[in-house]
């Protein structure tokens, strides 16, 4: 009756479309009833265990503990030795990727929803530790933050074959020679981590940074500088990573392990490869520490325990190498050089020596700089759904998503406040673009005006995402430069777009317009995510889901620019 209902709903929307629309219906019905049958199945098939949440799940045994593990996103390319692991000691392991500093957040609140802490660096457990509910912490793996440069760039900026320093890659940005793609550091591990090995670099220090050095004219004219050469960003890494394969980038900083990665997905492609540099003056280290969160219950630490047993033993840490990290211990076996090519710059001979980590205090001074005075400005539009679907509880999320954003005090915490230069536009719009609002500078009293604005505004009419996405780029290209700023679009929707414009007229215009500006998009309620991963595909971008946490989805979205 339910799954009847919802086509049913789905027809009448569409009735002005009729055909079109009825057509997607069935379409989507059809989907949702596979979706019911294999659920069904599956369930069959599982033993009855189930996932309760995250991004994925590995059944061990029926009855079995389950533990749920928070995860940075670079681990993901080692699901299938998770999987390996369930069924090997038959525990069921669910898993759910946040940024380093959701992580760092999680600890600070409990991670009572978690069992495991499994980040990129100790760094966030330290940070993020202050009730002391982590014990039996191990490093997994270690992978450094490097350079990932075309070949042939790289031989022409003479970086093949000898030591680089990060002033050699800052004199090659300021030459205009080079250009890359990095995580925000004040959200992901290998940002911040890149960020922290700049500053040492830039300050020609080995000893501990203090925040007496960040406030040094020439540090901060240089990392501004460095930072500059930013073409994109992102909340993850491993997406950083994926971005990179669509799109027509020089380099980008990465893990080593994710940049071996995508050079084999380059070399199928029979495109270019990256070049791997390692930054000797500012190199840093992720140590993988896969670690307990203590909530009292013995039998969640005995399954802990033997899933970390696992993930050390000789056979894992033999798989995790040949996924392209460095065993912790170990560093590389014999058997696994053929997967660190020399060809690619990959040494596993050198001597890794990273930098020190601050102390906390200054850790969190220097990200606080890096997003407030340090980074290249951003330069978002948020393209506002008000439709009428969208009052009562859908309204009320999003003007409290965008108090997260807006007002600075609630954007520190989350360490997304806006920077000195940024650009926030706001295009709130129905089946038609309803207005076009634009803070004058990024003051907290501009910025609370702003968030006034859509908190006055009132929701009725159809919807037309393309129209408003559409706005949104000729408010960018108009007004700015776009080579200042890290632009974006940033869509929020909760149904189908059934107004004048269609995918392929927006397609037609952003072809025309020649700019790379991603349309990120938050999906809610009833959105159509075939039209949103359109967007994505075209924009070089993606999709989040805020149907179940659009505060979350808002904050998740905005460290991506």
Known sequence: MTLYYRFLVLKKRCRDCAPRCLMWGIRRLSVL????????????????????????????????????IVSGSENQELEHILEDCARETGVNI??????????????????????????????????????????????????????????????????????????????????????????SATQSNSGASAYIGFLYALMGKQEAMTEADLQDETLKGEITELLSGIDRSSGSSDWLKEMFLNGDYDAMVNYECLIISANRDLEEQGRETLYTVYPYDGLSLADSPFAYVDHGDGNKEEAFLEVQDYLLSDEAQNEIQRTGRRSSSLGVSEENRDVFRQDWGIDVDRVLSPIPMPAADVLMEALNLYQTQFKKPSLTVYCLDFSGSMSGEGNEQMVEAMAQILIQENAERNLLQASENEVNIVIPFDDDVIDVWTAPDSSPESLEALYNEIQDEVCAGGTDIYRAAREGILQMTSGYDLDQYTPAVILLTDGMSNGDMDYDDFQEFYREEGVDVPVFSIMFGDAEEEQLEELAALSNARVFDGREDLIGAFRSVKGYN
């Open 33 to 68: 009833l596979l979706a019911v049958m294999t659920c069904l199945v599956l369930g069959a098939c599982s033993g009855g265990e189930e996932n309760t949440g995250g991004d994925s799940y590995f059944a061990g045994s029926s009855g079995g503990e389950t533990l749920r």
């Open 94 to 183: 669910e898993i759910t990727y946040l940024g380093s500093v959701d992580i760092m957040r999680t600890l600070e609140q409990g991670a009572e929803n978690y069992d495991v802490v499994w980040p990129a660096s100790s760094i966030w457990i330290s940070l993020g530790d202050s009730s002391h509910l982590v014990k039996h912490a191990q490093s997994v793996s270690t992978t450094p933050v490097v350079f990932g440069i075309r070949q042939s760039l790289a031989d022409e900026l003479g970086f093949v074959g000898r030591e680089v320093s990060v002033k050699d890659i800052l004199s090659a940005i300021e030459e205009g020679k080079m250009s890359f793609c990095m995580t």
